[in-house]
């Protein structure tokens, strides 16, 4: 029900946007999310989005360099990575909550996209 697509190679310091379409049923109403999980480690939060687009959290990591948005009307999610890091590669998720706030627990997920960023 969640598709994510947008992955790929990357160079440091260059940008990639990754989307996450949803089918089967609306996401308009939910708080969405963006997750990764690298290599040996366990996954992390990313980013999330409030279902009116009125809030957005984000990870220290990824502060002012990522930018989540939505656009309702094409039941789809975005993550503008830019300048991205080599320490930014990872296996990307996007997941959806029905819960108050963007903490979640997240219900639904769609498969990973592959990032990898170059040095």
């Known amino acids: 029900q969640l598709q994510a697509s947008g992955g790929g190679l990357v160079q440091a310091g260059g940008s990639l946007r990754l989307s996450c379409a949803a089918s089967?049923?609306?996401?308009?109403?939910?708080?969405m999310g963006w997750f990764r999980q690298a290599p040996g480690k366990e996954r992390e939060f990313v980013a999330a989005?409030?279902?009116?687009?009125?809030?957005?959290y984000y990870a220290d990591s990824v502060k002012g360099r990522f930018t989540i948005s939505r656009d309702n009307a094409r039941n789809t999610v975005y993550l503008q990575m830019n300048s991205p890091e080599p320490e930014d590669t990872a296996v990307y998720y996007c997941?959806?909550?029905?819960?108050?706030?963007?903490?979640?627990?997240?219900?639904?997920w769609g498969q990973g996209t592959q990032v990898t960023v170059s040095s």
């Open positions: 989005i409030s279902w009116s687009s009125s809030s957005t």
């Open positions: 997941a959806a909550t029905n819960s108050h706030g963007l903490g979640g627990p997240y219900d639904y």
């Open positions: 089967g049923r609306t996401f308009s109403s939910y708080a």
